[in-house]
């Protein structure tokens, strides 16, 4: 698998996957083309009303809800905005990366080449990779599978990582299933040929 070759130790795992009523490689191109931020508007709006959620959370719920109506967020979008392209299989499978202090409010990502990923150690950061794949599920079906990895590069950033962890996992958990539906969705209007 694409990820085993850049984070084969890793601190944090997290995995998805959903039945997607299109082919492959319909679905592969929903991956590429769905807009991110649109599905979780309604979801922005109903966290905001929860009692106890940490001010972080609640500030990038705001920062959200006050998006313009035509803010989008693709993986073309992660790529310009310091992402790299670690690694695909056209049709089939892609792979991001980014490195940075991701338990920081706002989070800067370190500018590298996709050969600088693997070997990068510098104290102090968190190395994280995602990855959608897809495979064919009957004879036009496909299941669509996400996978995020992060690894610490010190026990420092270990340490932030796990305390940023237990305080989002519920939040990035709704978010990710939130994200596959949308790319479902657009999956199963490009295969009908909606899109």
Do not use: N
Not at 63 to 86: I, K, N, S
Not at 126 to 152: M, N, P, T, Y
Not at 160 to 182: K, N, Q, S
């Amino acid at each position: 698998m694409l990820m085993d070759g850049q984070i084969r130790h890793y601190d944090l795992l997290e995995r998805h996957e959903i039945v997607v009523d299109a082919s492959r490689e319909d679905t592969c191109r929903a991956v590429r083309d769905t807009d991110f931020v649109r599905p979780l508007v309604p979801a922005a709006r109903s966290i905001s009303e929860m009692r106890d959620v940490p001010r972080s959370i609640l500030d990038i719920v705001d920062r959200v809800q006050h998006l313009p109506a035509e803010a989008r967020f693709t993986l073309t979008d992660a790529l310009a905005r310091g992402f790299v392209l670690l690694g695909e299989r056209r049709g089939r499978a892609i792979m991001l990366g980014a490195i940075g202090k991701l338990w920081k409010p706002d989070v800067t990502l370190l500018p590298l080449e996709p050969a600088e990923f693997r070997a990068f150690r510098e104290p102090k950061y968190g190395k994280l990779a995602i990855a959608f794949w897809v495979e064919r599920f009957g004879r036009d079906k496909s299941v669509l599978r996400f996978e995020a990895r992060v690894a610490a590069t010190d026990d420092s950033a270990r340490a932030h990582l796990e305390r940023w962890y237990r305080v989002i996992r519920p939040f990035t958990t709704f978010f990710l299933r939130r994200a596959l539906a949308g790319i479902k969705a657009e999956a199963e209007a490009i295969g009908s040929g909606i899109a």
